[in-house]
């Protein structure tokens, strides 16, 4: 049942390479957003602070590692694991500001400020609300989300991977070059002939034939034949009356 823990790799492809685009935008997102107008302050791009490291970065790093282990893995276990990683780097996107502003007491940790902005049509509410849910709230939801697919997929045992597992594995099956390969002598093999019955054992005369084109035969000491007898004397028919 080994074969059975495997499964084919397309199926994390899409789920995979979705969590890393969402993990790099949460990593990357307070650092180029001040470049369209979409940030948290301070607004200035690539400028680092403790929040955007605890609270961007490092989750989207972990959602990112998520997602490329998802796409290179065919192990139900790794891809498993993969997933629930995915889904925690997605709630700490939700949670992780009020986490440790009110559960860790460090105050000093903390994402910023929406930068109000008006314009598209658009409230200074209104914007900043989309840079809330632009760059946490639902960067992890959806990262959750996608996660959670994730888990139920590698989860899944199709009628395909039960198959599948009753074949060769040709995975880790040895290739052979044709430069490699080499023609295999034929093997000479010996079938022995059945015995002859209890009375038809080749006689000393049979032996004694000579090959077939040599026109001699060895002498024998004894004919297999009975000499013939020498004609007796023959005596007049006397008729009587």
Request: charged fraction near 10%; aromatic fraction near 10%.
């Amino acid at each position: 049942m080994a074969a059975v823990a495997r499964i084919p790799r397309r199926r994390g492809g899409v789920c995979g390479l979705l969590l890393v685009l969402l993990g790099a935008w949460g990593g990357l997102a307070p650092f180029v957003g001040p470049y369209f107008h979409f940030a948290y302050t301070p607004d200035k791009a690539w400028a680092y602070t403790t929040g955007r490291l605890y609270l961007s970065v490092i989750p989207g790093g972990v959602a990112l590692l998520a997602g490329v282990a998802v796409l290179l893995t065919r192990s139900r276990a790794l891809g498993t694991i993969a997933g629930l990683l995915g889904a925690l780097a997605g709630a700490w996107f939700v949670i992780g500001a009020g986490f440790v502003t009110t559960v860790l007491s460090r105050p000093s940790i903390t994402p910023g400020t929406p930068v109000p902005h008006s314009g598209y049509g658009m409230a200074s509410t209104q914007w900043s609300y989309l840079e809330q849910m632009g760059f946490f709230t639902g960067v992890g939801i959806l990262i959750i989300v996608v996660a959670a697919i994730v888990m139920g997929r590698f989860s899944l045992l199709t009628a395909s991977d039960a198959v599948d597992a009753q074949d060769v594995d040709f995975d880790n099956y040895p290739v052979t070059s044709p430069s490699e390969a080499t023609l295999a002598e034929p093997v000479a093999t010996f079938t022995p002939g059945p015995r002859p019955f209890p009375g038809e054992e080749p006689t000393q005369t049979q032996d004694a034939v000579p090959p077939f084109g040599t026109g001699t035969f060895p002498a024998t000491s004894a004919s297999p034949f009975p000499p013939a007898e020498p004609p007796g004397p023959t005596f007049p028919r006397s008729s009587t009356r």
